[in-house]
């Protein structure tokens, strides 16, 4: 997640404060920088007491809950003995975190930051809902003071339209890129709130852009990405997100245009350059033929790759899109029967996972299920295959008919588990992803 708090105070022009209440606020954070919180509390305390309406004290306890409210621990360790730390909330302390920062919004509306380090927690905990609100109303308190943002005690916002166009513009994009229901909800709200006082925006058209998108209205979402495109012609994101909604829109050979006009763009990212090199010429490459086998281990664990969690989950549980378009618009010739083959998302205690179910396969070593698993800025890939033996015991043979699991890598499989079938794919994807099976 994306934090502001430094970026804000570098435009704002903050001098230093020199009066009595900066001391009690320097023995405070001095303590709260060591972690020593009982200290810090009882800093905070002889603060209050001495300057009860410094408004610096609602973001000083905020902090102080917040840290005390935040719990780490690690994970089961994985097939490798590899541990991973897994950040969890006490909610009491959070609660009193956000009823500190809401009682400083209350005493000074205009305060940037207050709306902002609000927001900030609630996405990290994920709160979508609640972040779109505090967003919202961010937006609403703006207009009702002509965005004339202070910043600390007296310090105002240098260019407070630009700082809060700037601000909204990573909340609006791992809003979407979580890719929930609540999330999606949010996103809208945040964007139609903006949109009445910057309609012209290339932000915010871009953003409404996203929303479109996100609704599965890739004609709509065309028609802001050009407008944005427009207004900021050198936005290679911008661009892209346009291309993409051509490709979706059938409108290929404008897409592959695009994807080229971005590669042979200045100051381009290597994630934006991959994108439309791929794009591109996967658009332009004759038809190859494309086996069910080929899909599972190859084409399949190959997108899980390339497209990251927390901006592909659409797309990926898509498989009609991805069977019936997207192979073919691909350069692929499918040449297996789509019938029966399914994906959804399974959410795994706040994890989005992705799961292809297939029907049971008549030849053996293909798959019945496929997982895909968030982790890091790529997804893992698991399967879960069928396979079958006779096995004897002395004179008796036994005929057994087994599901291996593997994890498919991409020099590789490793296969490390026999399990029979779960009935459901999403019973699959909770064992993966919770270490049952790893």
Same mark, same amino acid.
């Given at each position: 997640?994306?934090?502001?708090?430094?970026?804000?105070?570098?435009?704002?022009?903050?001098?230093?404060?020199?009066?009595?209440?900066?001391?009690?606020?320097?023995?405070?954070?001095?303590?709260?920088?060591?972690?020593?919180?009982?200290?810090?509390?009882?800093?905070?305390?002889?603060?209050?007491?001495?300057?009860?309406?410094?408004?610096?004290?609602?973001?000083?306890?905020?902090?102080?809950?917040?840290?005390?409210?935040?719990?780490?621990?690690?994970?089961?360790?994985?097939?490798?003995?590899?541990?991973? &730390? #897994?950040?969890?909330?006490?909610?009491?302390? =959070? /609660?009193? @975190?956000?009823?500190?920062? $809401? +009682?400083?919004?209350? *005493?000074?509306?205009?305060?940037?930051?207050?709306?902002?380090?609000?927001?900030?927690?609630?996405?990290?905990?994920?709160?979508?809902?609640?972040?779109?609100?505090?967003?919202?109303?961010?937006?609403?308190?703006?207009?009702?003071?002509?965005?004339?943002?202070?910043?600390?005690?007296?310090?105002?916002?240098?260019?407070?339209?630009?700082?809060?166009?700037?601000?909204?513009?990573?909340?609006?994009?791992?809003?979407?890129?979580?890719?929930?229901?609540?999330?999606?909800?949010?996103?809208?709200?945040?964007?139609?709130?903006?949109?009445?006082?910057?309609?012209?925006?290339?932000?915010?058209?871009?953003?409404?852009?996203?929303?479109?998108?996100?609704?599965?209205?890739?004609?709509?979402?065309?028609?802001?990405?050009?407008?944005?495109?427009?207004?900021? &012609? #050198?936005?290679?994101?911008?661009?892209?997100? =346009? /291309?993409? @909604?051509?490709?979706?829109? $059938? +409108?290929?050979?404008? *897409?592959?245009?695009?994807?080229?006009?971005?590669?042979?763009?200045?100051?381009?990212?290597?994630?934006?350059?991959?994108?439309?090199?791929?794009?591109?010429?996967?658009?332009?490459?004759?038809?190859?033929?494309?086996?069910?086998?080929?899909?599972?281990?190859?084409?399949?664990?190959?997108?899980?790759?390339?497209?990251?969690?927390?901006?592909?989950?659409?797309?990926?549980?898509?498989?009609?899109?991805?069977?019936?378009?997207?192979?073919?618009?691909?350069?692929?010739?499918?040449?297996?029967?789509?019938?029966?083959?399914?994906?959804?998302?399974?959410?795994?205690?706040?994890?989005?996972?992705?799961?292809?179910?297939?029907?049971?396969?008549?030849?053996?070593?293909?798959?019945?299920?496929?997982?895909?698993?968030?982790?890091?800025?790529?997804?893992?890939?698991?399967?879960?295959?069928?396979?079958?033996?006779?096995?004897?015991?002395?004179?008796?043979?036994?005929?057994?008919?087994?599901?291996?699991?593997?994890?498919?890598?991409?020099?590789?499989?490793?296969?490390?588990?026999?399990?029979?079938?779960?009935?459901?794919?999403?019973?699959?994807?909770?064992?993966?992803?919770?270490?049952?099976?790893?």
């Amino acid at each position: 997640m994306k934090r502001l708090f430094l970026i804000i105070l570098l435009l704002s022009g903050i001098s230093v404060c020199t009066t009595a209440q900066s001391l009690y606020e320097d023995d405070f954070y001095s303590h709260f920088n060591s972690r020593n919180y009982k200290a810090a509390e009882h800093a905070l305390n002889n603060w209050e007491k001495h300057a009860p309406q410094d408004s610096e004290l609602p973001v000083a306890r905020f902090r102080l809950h917040l840290e005390k409210a935040r719990k780490v621990s690690l994970s089961r360790p994985d097939r490798y003995g590899k541990r991973k &730390a #897994e950040q969890s909330w006490n909610k009491k302390e =959070l /609660a009193k @975190a956000m009823a500190d920062i $809401d +009682r400083g919004i209350a *005493a000074d509306p205009a305060r940037f930051d207050f709306y902002i380090m609000k927001a900030e927690n609630q996405m990290i905990t994920g709160d979508f809902t609640g972040a779109g609100n505090t967003l919202g109303t961010f937006l609403s308190a703006g207009r009702s003071i002509d965005y004339r943002w202070k910043i600390t005690r007296s310090a105002t916002v240098t260019d407070s339209i630009n700082a809060t166009l700037s601000a909204l513009e990573p909340f609006i994009r791992n809003l979407f890129d979580a890719h929930t229901p609540e999330s999606i909800e949010a996103l809208k709200a945040v964007v139609t709130e903006a949109e009445k006082d910057f309609p012209r925006d290339p932000k915010i058209i871009h953003a409404a852009g996203k929303v479109a998108l996100a609704e599965n209205n890739p004609g709509l979402a065309m028609r802001r990405f050009n407008t944005a495109n427009n207004l900021d &012609a #050198e936005n290679a994101e911008y661009i892209l997100d =346009l /291309a993409y @909604a051509c490709f979706l829109t $059938d +409108r290929d050979s404008l *897409a592959v245009d695009y994807y080229k006009k971005v590669l042979k763009m200045n100051g381009t990212t290597n994630d934006q350059r991959n994108r439309a090199y791929y794009m591109s010429r996967m658009m332009t490459e004759a038809p190859r033929e494309l086996t069910l086998k080929q899909f599972q281990f190859t084409a399949l664990p190959w997108l899980a790759w390339n497209f990251a969690p927390g901006s592909s989950e659409l797309f990926l549980s898509n498989a009609d899109f991805i069977l019936n378009k997207y192979l073919k618009k691909m350069g692929y010739d499918v040449r297996f029967d789509t019938k029966g083959i399914t994906a959804e998302t399974v959410n795994v205690d706040g994890m989005v996972c992705i799961a292809w179910t297939f029907p049971i396969p008549k030849e053996l070593g293909l798959l019945g299920y496929l997982v895909m698993i968030p982790n890091g800025p790529r997804f893992d890939v698991f399967a879960l295959a069928r396979y079958d033996r006779d096995r004897t015991f002395g004179e008796n043979t036994q005929h057994l008919d087994y599901w291996e699991v593997y994890n498919i890598q991409e020099n590789g499989m490793t296969a490390y588990a026999r399990i029979p079938r779960p009935q459901r794919v999403a019973t699959f994807a909770r064992q993966i992803a919770t270490g049952v099976l790893r």
